[in-house]
């Protein structure tokens, strides 16, 4: 299985015009910036909640049918949102704590797709 892995590894990186240590090094770079852009999506959906809840608390006496509906609609979009960002989440944590493994698991998704 490793014969085959290194094949595939070596056919994907002569594809991308470069070699398998270069992609393996730009792969491990890339790990932190891309928990690092995970984590502020974190935080933009966490303060859009705490926003929609707020916004919903202080007018939800006011609110007619026809607003009710387009604010259950929010509402049901931002927990979908965060449903797929709590299953991401170990994810970014494996990006920062264990950089081989998340590029690994990155060489792996692309060789499996082809």
């Given at each position: 299985m490793e014969k085959q892995a290194l094949d595939l590894l070596e056919n994907?990186?002569?594809?991308?015009?470069?070699?398998?240590?270069?992609?393996?090094?730009?792969?491990?770079k890339q790990a932190p910036?891309?928990?690092?852009?995970?984590?502020?999506?974190?935080?933009?959906i966490g303060i859009a909640v705490w926003v929609f809840a707020k916004m919903?608390?202080?007018?939800?006496?006011?609110?007619?049918?026809?607003t009710l509906?387009?604010?259950w609609a929010i509402g049901a979009i931002l927990?979908?949102?965060?449903?797929?960002?709590?299953?991401?989440?170990?994810?970014?944590?494996?990006a920062i704590l264990n950089p081989d493994y998340w590029a690994l698991k990155q060489i792996l998704s692309a060789v499996k797709a082809k």
């Open positions: 994907l990186s002569a594809k991308l015009g470069t070699t398998v240590d270069q992609m393996w090094a730009i792969l491990l910036i891309s928990a690092t852009i995970d984590f502020i999506q974190y935080a933009m919903v608390k202080k007018y939800w006496g006011e609110m007619g049918d026809n509906l387009v604010v927990v979908i949102i965060s449903i797929v960002a709590f299953f991401s989440f170990p994810n970014s944590v494996t």
